[in-house]
């Protein structure tokens, strides 16, 4: 190889052991080939001068470096063992990244030090529960910038009498300030999935958006109202253990007809409906 300079040697070498890195089904793995994608993601996610970002499933890192330029401090979470031995290797010069080898939804988020932010391209099949353990800690994030699946992304943001709107709409919405920043094509991952992509960001409230005497009733509430879709709400709400009177009766003082189904209500109605069954468990009208 004389004549040959060393840096495109190491280049040649570094494309070599990426390819070899075969992308896991399993595990959902679809590594994100293009940079001006990356370039968008960080753009959109605000990262200040200082901050701690969290990145979930770096995958072959292409993000992870970008991020690394910005963050004060990158802390970024891989359960691929071949991943994380490459990205160790790879990646050992950057002297502000944290690089853990575990499960994303297993990771205590609440032992890293004050308030931080998350970016990632999330697995599509752990896209869900993800949202939902980070919501457990939503005290310590102050943004979420995520890659999803469109469908995901557009049940986050959907109104009520949509066919996407859900537990997860309201889930999020109550905790969040959602929005789409823009699609991702398929065409931009390898190997290429069945669906298009969206950058989601996630802005944490400070308060929630309602006000509720108690949060766990509301979101049993809510559980319990999309338990069958076709339900209609007198019936949904069976699975409470309230009786069909009461049921009735707590509609009415809610100034919910009876007859809708959990998909037409807002989270404000969601709101009044689970403060007056308290106030009815509370007088004692609902044992």
Known sequence: MKGIRKPFIYAMIHAMNNDRIRPKKSLGQHFLLDKNIVEKIVN????????????????????????????????????????????KEDLKGITNLELIHEDALGFAYEKIPGEFKVVANLPYYIST?????????????????????KEVAERIIASPGTKEYGILSITVGYYCQPRIEFYVSR???????????AVLTLLSRKTPRVQVNDPKLFFKTVRASFS????????ALRVLGVSDEMTRLALERSGIDPKRRGETLTIEE??????????????GMIK
């Open 228 to 235: 069958s879709r076709r339900k209609v709400l007198k019936n």
């Open 129 to 149: 529960p993800m949202i939902f353990r980070l919501m457990e800690v939503k005290e310590k994030i102050t943004s979420m910038t995520l890659m999803l699946q």
């Open 44 to 87: 959109v996610a605000h990262i200040m001068p200082g901050e701690t970002i969290v990145e979930i499933g770096p995958g072959r890192g292409i993000m992870t470096r970008r991020l690394a330029e910005v963050a004060g401090q990158l802390i970024a979470i891989e359960l691929d063992n071949r991943l994380y031995m490459y990205l």
């Open 187 to 197: 065409n931009s991952f390898s190997p290429k999935p069945n669906v298009d992509s």
């Open 270 to 283: 969601f709101a009044g409906l689970s403060d007056t069954l308290f106030d009815m468990f509370h007088k």
